[in-house]
């Protein structure tokens, strides 16, 4: 038989979050809060974001990262530290561990992005390209850790890191004291249990309320059951807060002290990009932009309740991905449409399709001819259009006035 003793959660208090602040200050920047008036008028209260996409490296992962390998032991820095990261907290771990004069490997999946494997390199680890999933990375960077001595830096389930990441819920109630809700996105569950640990010791009146997408929501399961347990596959395109297991140190600071979990879908946080780089001119990463997409989902829950903060956690992303965001949450916006359909095979056919649409006002941004499919008739092509529209109305438009014209639209 299994006899498991029950392993006491390492505690993270207040004090910890303030030493962390000490250590960071002149290391970490004291990120801007900025107001969003479209968020603003769209809720009824005030919504300011806290920019950690304008943090060194990129996102707030460099203050848990650099308290960490800063509280480490002599030996244990000679030693030098390993991490396995896609993005985030490989750049942080690279940068903490070059300011601190401590050599850093960093265990990177094979498919992570060029951008983000040059930044890790150029703030100084040794980077080593292993495994397809994350999960194999990790296995990679313990079995280093394990054979050379090297101290795994986890990116969430350490209490120090988990104090590092604190230190944004001390600058939020510094720069914005009338906040009354603060929403964050949760991946592991660090950011928000650090956030929840300061603000609640100082301001318990104040709301804190993580984020999840869909795809990748352990939280939720989680909580109703009482201990972590984890969600196969997670999917979504928010690849910072694509984790499968909740924390365990995070989840119970989560659990005592967060006023609840939401879940936002991906054509939330698409659309939530698209506002942050329109509207605020904000480059935010999908993770980062998870606060804001759960205020587009539901603004009448934060109405009448306060000034509400939404951190926008990191900002990078890769260029070839930020593009099919783009496209993406413009889709759900409903500027942009894509349709296949079949017109008779005859001279002027096109230009006819084409008139329709000018009759509507939808510009055309690409269009492409089909003719060899087996499953066209004979006398049938396939027409594939992009459109640039102006909302889901004047897409329903659009719909409605090929219908009328007598177009069989097949997607
Ligand atoms: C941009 C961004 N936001 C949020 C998170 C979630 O942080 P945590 O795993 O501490 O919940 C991450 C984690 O990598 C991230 O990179």
Do not use: W
Request: aromatic letters at 4%; a neutral charge.
């Amino acid at each position: 038989m299994n006899y498991r003793v029950p392993v006491p959660v390492p505690q993270v208090i207040l004090d910890d979050v303030r030493g962390a602040q000490k250590m960071l200050s002149g290391v970490a920047r004291v990120t801007p809060m900025e107001n969003s008036r479209h968020l603003t008028a769209l809720t009824g209260s005030p919504v300011h974001f806290k920019c950690e996409n304008l943090q060194r490296t990129g996102s707030f992962k460099l203050r848990g990262a650099y308290v960490r390998i800063a509280g480490l032991r002599p030996e244990q820095r000679a030693a030098g530290v390993v991490a396995a990261s896609a993005g985030n907290h490989a750049q942080g771990v690279a940068l903490a561990s070059s300011l601190l004069g401590v050599r850093s490997t960093v265990f990177m999946p094979v498919g992570a992005p060029l951008p983000k494997v040059a930044a890790t390199q150029e703030y100084g680890a040794e980077v080593r390209m292993h495994g397809q999933v994350v999960d194999e990375t990790l296995a990679a960077a313990q079995e280093y850790a394990d054979r050379t001595g090297a101290v795994f830096i986890h990116p969430f389930d350490h209490r120090d890191v988990i104090a590092g990441q604190g230190t944004v819920g001390l600058e939020i109630l510094e720069q914005c004291p009338e906040v009354r809700t603060i929403l964050v996105g949760v991946g592991g569950g660090g950011l928000a249990a650090g956030i929840a640990v300061a603000v609640k010791a100082l301001r318990p009146d104040v709301k804190v309320i993580g984020v999840q997408a869909e795809g990748a929501a352990a939280y939720p399961p989680s909580l109703r059951v009482g201990h972590p347990v984890s969600v196969d596959n997670p999917v979504t395109m928010a690849d910072g807060i694509k984790v499968g297991r909740p924390g365990d140190i995070p989840f119970h600071i989560i659990g005592d002290l967060l006023d609840g979990v939401r879940t936002v879908s991906e054509d939330a946080l698409s659309s939530a990009l698209l506002l942050c780089l329109e509207r605020a001119k904000l480059l935010v990463e999908p993770a980062g932009c998870s606060p804001v997409a759960a205020l587009l989902s539901r603004p009448e829950l934060y109405g009448g309740g306060g000034p509400v903060v939404a951190v926008l956690s990191g900002g990078n992303i890769d260029p070839l991905l930020l593009q099919r965001i783009l496209r993406h949450g413009m889709a759900a916006a409903g500027r942009y449409l894509s349709l296949r359909l079949r017109v008779t095979d005859r001279p002027g056919a096109l230009a006819g399709l084409l008139a329709v649409l000018s009759g509507v006002d939808a510009n055309v941004l690409d269009v492409s001819h089909v003719r060899t499919d087996p499953r066209l008739g004979l006398t049938e092509v396939e027409v594939e259009l992009h459109l640039e529209t102006k909302g889901q109305e004047h897409c329903a438009e659009v719909a409605r006035s090929l219908h009328a014209a007598g177009y069989k639209v097949m997607s």
